[in-house]
């Protein structure tokens, strides 16, 4: 099945020793000239690219506490050293979180310190040179911005800061990544990082809309573009196509449907998914974020939900109001954005919506917190509703639900190993080695309670499970959308 | 006045000349430099009274390294404690009467450190002992720890080897804080002691030693989950001239 090992899944989780160089031959596909020069970068490797470069990290630094901070404050303690799922799966030292920042802190102190400079050694500083950049481009797409190393990190120090900075800077000198920078072209050019087009968009949704009734008996709407809604909803693009993402899709329609909510889909920004956030570019991401301004603005809606996706909805949670806001012209009874689980969550508390968990009975769940949800973002109105909603939608929703073990969850949880730009077929291998810790977690409670599936609410690491769940024994299907769950378990008609 | 009182002398200027003017350079940068978006580590406080506490369990009992690996949490934190018990009895070389409480904590900070000599061993052993940490280290992250092995040893080697005369140590830095010069003692053990604590003085803002004013301006750490109730404003920093967005 494959051209590397699998890893083994150990009964117990193992440290294992540092393997130099296992990964350094993983490294994705280069953007074409074309999607760079589109989003704003040089098409292939400029001229004096060293310097280019320092200067672009310097303009970097001087923009960032974040990445300031975390370069002068690493004592090197060595508590990130086995956090990292790619470390965990890889043996490759320089996928330990401190090594990974040090390739770019050694070209830091190297440039910006008095010691780098006249003590290089001494300190660990190294010139900007070809090889460095090659590892850059290799470690640099072996991190999947999950942020677990700034959960344990005494200072914080989060090496997606750091990730994304190195990113922005290889994009500046015109060495770019063709997975992420293909897909934010498409997205910014025709509203979705699938290049849905608008006519394929409304097929799509009349489809849907017809298997709904189909099975269901009942006329369950997915309208797009439609003026005067109350909702926007602003969904992964993987969810129009994509298993298991489509029937979360359907679970969406099926509560609002119920909830007698008016909502739409915009086909202008008809994405969730925000790649700027992968490559650290701030103006790739407001260009981005601003599409769902203006989509909220043309459609005059009142409430903007997005739908499952992680960093989807770290960039919405965290970042929107800052890049697209202010949302004065929304309904201020609501939180801008709203959380698809959050509405859903609001609903079965205000007992609007009649869930037989029963229909769910052919399942027995673990839930996968999705890492940006859980270290980036939040649900609800209390510290830590991104973790307590979700379950609750789904306790509503099954009868059957065990949770992995506690040091693979919540604030603590593994990346599926597909996250912040690396879901491409050219790192598989990387991305099955990297999901060993969420397989090995999942395997405790598949043996433990006989869990036979997994729900998770981001599209990134739907896409990834279904495509790595068969290298570790699983089957593809056993990941589930959260609100596929909750379609099962809705009881559609008049009466509730 | 000798050769190596005037040597030291200058030496104990230069030194803290240099570390408040550094430090306060890289305090002020960090607070300067724009932070563009919102990215506390949640879960995170919802409130700034929660920020505050969240600091505080962190930099005072190490929060985030407890929960990532015992014995680094354990040899760091008995290190950092027994360093201040440490710092704060040497209180009395500089206090003239020497302040109540200062003298209340003498015998803690005589043996504090012994702790403070172990809880460093204790991180070297690491440094040397396990192959992930090995690996991330530079020869500067060894000297540092070797610097404040001397430091602790030739302090422990004066208080309970081979005493020196304290009256005329004391009366060398309360001279040198009203510039009125007093001779240093020619001991070995004193005169290594203040050499390394003054390098360290000077190395300590060009060095990882940042992280103590940094800790306090992590973004991770520092900032309020609060993003959909108060918008956090985009700053750029203004001395950057092609950043504008």
Same mark, same amino acid.
């Given at each position: 099945m494959a051209e590397f090992e699998i890893p083994a899944l150990k009964p117990y989780p193992?440290?294992?020793?540092?393997?130099i160089g296992t990964m350094a031959h993983s490294k994705p596909y280069y953007a074409k000239q074309e999607h760079q020069q589109k989003i704003g970068f040089p098409g292939e490797l400029v001229d004096n690219w060293e310097q280019v470069a320092i200067d672009k990290m310097g303009e970097l630094v001087d923009n960032s506490r974040a990445l300031r901070v975390f370069l002068d404050s690493c004592v090197k303690c060595g508590a990130c050293t086995d956090?990292?799922?790619y470390y965990l799966g890889t043996s490759d030292p320089n996928n330990m979180p401190v090594a990974r920042q040090d390739l770019f802190r050694?070209? +830091?102190? #190297? +440039?910006?310190?008095?010691a780098g400079k006249y003590l290089p050694s001494l300190v660990g500083a190294r010139d900007l040179d070809q090889g460095v950049l090659d590892e850059w481009y290799s470690y640099f797409h072996q991190c999947s911005q999950c942020r677990r190393c700034s959960v344990y990190c005494p200072y914080g120090i989060d090496t997606a800061e750091i990730s994304m900075a190195a990113r922005e800077i290889m994009d500046s000198i015109g060495v770019g990544q063709k997975y992420c920078n293909e897909i934010i072209d498409k997205a910014q050019t025709i509203g979705n990082n699938l290049g849905l087009p608008e006519p394929a968009l409304a097929n799509t949704l009349e489809g849907l809309e017809e298997d709904i009734e189909d099975e269901t008996g009942v006329s369950v709407r997915l309208p797009l573009d439609q003026k005067g809604a109350d909702i926007l909803l602003v969904t992964p693009?993987?969810? !129009?196509?994509?298993?298991?993402?489509?029937?979360?899709?359907?679970? +969406?329609?099926?509560? !609002?449907?119920?909830?007698?909510?008016?909502?739409?889909?915009?086909?202008?920004?008809s994405e969730a998914a925000n790649f700027g956030l992968f490559i650290g570019s701030y103006d790739n991401m407001q260009k981005l974020a601003l599409r769902i301004r203006e989509a909220a603005l043309e459609l005059g809606v009142k409430r903007i939900v997005f739908g499952e996706c992680g960093h989807a909805w770290r960039v919405a949670y965290s970042f929107l109001n800052t890049l697209a806001g202010? !949302?004065?012209f929304l309904d201020p009874d609501y939180p801008v954005p709203q959380h698809v689980c959050e509405v859903t969550y609001d609903l079965i508390q205000r007992n609007a919506l009649r869930l037989d968990?029963?229909?769910?009975?052919?399942?027995?769940?673990?839930?996968?917190?999705?890492?940006?949800?859980? #270290?980036?973002?939040?649900?609800?109105?209390?510290?830590?509703?991104?973790?307590?909603i979700p379950r609750a939608v789904i306790k509503a929703s099954c009868n059957h639900f065990f949770d992995m073990p506690s040091d693979t969850?919540?604030?603590?949880t593994f990346c599926c190993g597909g996250g912040g730009g690396l879901l491409t077929d050219d790192l598989v291998e990387l991305r099955v080695k990297g999901s060993l810790p969420r397989m090995e977690a999942l395997k405790q409670v598949v043996d433990e309670h006989g869990v036979t599936h997994l729900a998770a609410?981001?599209?990134?690491?739907?896409?990834?499970?279904?495509?790595?769940?068969?290298? +570790?024994?699983f089957e593809m299907d056993q990941i589930v959308s959260l609100h596929q769950l909750v379609s099962n378990a809705i009881v559609l008609g008049n009466e509730h | 006045m000798s050769l190596l009182t005037i040597a030291y002398t200058l030496l104990f200027y230069v030194a803290s000349a240099t570390l408040l003017a550094g430090l306060t350079y890289r305090i002020w940068l960090y607070a300067v430099t724009p932070a563009p978006l919102r990215i506390p580590t949640t879960p995170a406080p919802t409130t700034a009274g929660g920020v505050v506490r969240r600091m505080l369990f962190e930099v005072t009992l190490f929060n985030s390294l407890f929960k990532s690996n015992k014995w680094i949490w354990l040899f760091g934190w008995v290190f950092h404690a027994a360093l201040l018990f440490v710092l704060l009895r040497h209180l009395r070389y500089f206090t003239d009467p020497v302040w109540s409480w200062v003298a209340l904590i003498q015998p803690i900070g005589k043996y504090a450190a012994f702790a403070m000599v172990a809880g460093l061993a204790g991180l070297w052993a690491r440094r040397l002992l396990v192959d992930r940490v090995r690996y991330i280290s530079s020869p500067s992250d060894h000297l540092m720890l070797a610097l404040l092995i001397g430091i602790g040893l030739t302090g422990l080697g004066m208080g309970y080897l081979a005493h020196t005369d304290i009256v005329a140590v004391k009366a060398f830095f309360l001279g040198l804080m009203y510039f009125d010069w007093q001779q240093l003692p020619t001991d070995w053990l004193l005169n290594l002691h203040l050499l390394m604590v003054a390098l360290l003085m000077i190395i300590f803002p060009f060095s990882k030693l940042l992280h103590a004013p940094g800790v306090f301006f992590s973004p991770t750490r520092n900032q309020v989950d609060n993003p959909r109730e108060k918008r956090h404003l985009p700053t750029r920093n203004p001395s950057t001239s092609n950043a504008a967005s």
């Open positions: 193992e440290i294992p020793p540092i393997e956090k990292c799922h050694s070209v +830091y102190r #190297r +440039y910006f310190t008095l693009s993987a969810d !129009f196509f994509a298993e298991p993402h489509v029937d979360g899709l359907i679970g +969406y329609a099926k509560v !609002f449907h119920q909830a007698g909510l008016s909502w739409t889909i915009s086909s202008y920004a202010p !949302f004065d968990p029963s229909a769910n009975d052919d399942m027995v769940l673990t839930f996968h917190d999705s890492c940006n949800v859980a #270290r980036g973002s939040r649900m609800g109105d209390f510290e830590g509703g991104q973790f307590v969850i919540k604030e603590a609410i981001c599209a990134i690491c739907k896409s990834q499970f279904s495509k790595i769940l068969p290298y +570790y024994g | -």
